[in-house]
């Protein structure tokens, strides 16, 4: 099926073959008016013209489609789900290109395929939006931004932020599966389990200035190789991990202290910051004007050692012994400007 630029068709109960074409501006209606969907066929590709919309205005759901939104940067495809309707996405079934699926009130969205944002400002946002499959940014994209919408990251979920440049922001977020920033992520809101910032280039900084916070227990897993800053007054309470790389903040409290770039933990086995992991060292850097906190520095690295920078100004003490976990010989690395001063209080312990 293919419809002419700037034309209008509404299908309701009909049977659809072969693929889809929506030409630029031009708007497709698929309802459920007379007791059965108006399905897309099977494997078929749908090609969302610059501009265009299909409007899903039923309960069903997408199997092993290619969807391709838009041509154009910043010109999109509008997918939108309808009043109290509901779509679904199967494992097999792709959305890329500058991406626009939404719903309006009452609507469901269930991923259980991949979308893939790769051009301009992508978004993704429905009352209810679950992701049990595969999000990827490779430019910016907005997840649950307006109405106060949300997503719910399920188990097994993955959303990514990737590529130069990109930021993915996620509002209202319950996070249950991953969230791997290879890039940049914004949170405002929601519910955390855990958020995993992976690999990023040597000798780029990537910086995180929003409040990273989350359900009791939210962990924090850095990996390498490349630089990444927490400048933001985060609230997440569980363990953070320093498995490879740089980690730079500019605030740190006591246990119990309250938010900080590391998080606002509340026992001492949260508040322990593991730096390193096997043969592999990382590095923590302090910017800040001064702390003193009581959290434990982890070397939980075999060989690999850990390095403690104050390049801040003030002084930095961490008034805790270390805790040395990491069977094998390791080093520790105190190093820093000449304008501020580090302080370890204390022994290390096993």
């Known amino acids: ?90 494992s097999a079934t792709t959305l890329s290109g500058d991406v626009y699926l939404s719903g309006t009130t009452g609507a469901t969205i269930n991923n259980y395929g991949t979308i893939t944002q790769n051009s301009g400002t992508g978004y993704l946002y429905a009352p209810a939006f679950n992701n049990y499959g595969t999000i990827m940014a490779n430019s910016s994209l907005n997840v649950g931004y307006y109405y106060n919408t949300g997503i719910t990251n399920e188990s097994g979920g993955t959303i990514t932020a990737s590529g130069a440049g990109t930021t993915v922001g996620l509002n209202n977020i319950v996070n249950l599966g991953t969230l791997n920033a290879t890039s940049g992520i914004s949170i405002t809101g929601g519910t955390l389990n855990s958020i995993t910032m992976q690999p990023q280039i040597v000798g780029l900084t990537k910086t995180y200035s929003g409040v990273l916070s989350g ?62 992991s096997l043969t592999t060292g990382a590095t923590l850097v302090y910017t800040g004007t001064g702390n003193t906190t009581d959290r434990v520095l982890n070397l939980a690295g075999t060989t690999g050692g850990a ?7 003030g002084t930095l003490t961490f008034s805790s012994a270390l805790a040395v976990n990491g069977v094998g010989g390791k080093t520790l690395t105190l190093q820093g400007s000449t304008t501020g001063t580090g302080v370890l209080g204390r022994s290390h312990r096993r």
């Open 215 to 276: 359900a009791a227990g939210m962990t924090l897993t850095l990996n390498g190789p490349g630089t990444q800053a927490l400048y933001g007054l985060n609230t997440y309470s569980g363990a953070t991990t320093i498995n490879n790389g740089v980690l730079m903040i500019n605030t740190i409290l006591p246990v119990s202290g309250g938010a900080s770039s590391l998080g606002a933990p509340t026992t001492v086995s949260n508040g322990t910051i593991a730096i390193g």
């Open 1 to 90: 099926m293919t419809l002419p630029a700037s034309t209008s068709v509404t299908l309701s109960s009909d049977t659809l073959t072969g693929d889809i074409n929506l030409g630029a501006s031009s708007t497709l209606t698929l309802n459920n008016t007379l007791g059965s969907n108006t399905n897309i066929p099977t494997g078929a590709n749908v090609n969302l013209g610059n501009y265009s919309t299909l409007n899903w205005n039923q309960i069903g759901a997408l199997t092993g489609n290619t969807i391709t939104s838009g041509t154009t940067a910043g010109a999109y495809g509008y997918f939108q789900v309808g009043y109290n309707d509901a779509l679904t996405l199967d």
């Open 307 to 313: 390095t403690l920078d104050q390049s801040g100004s």
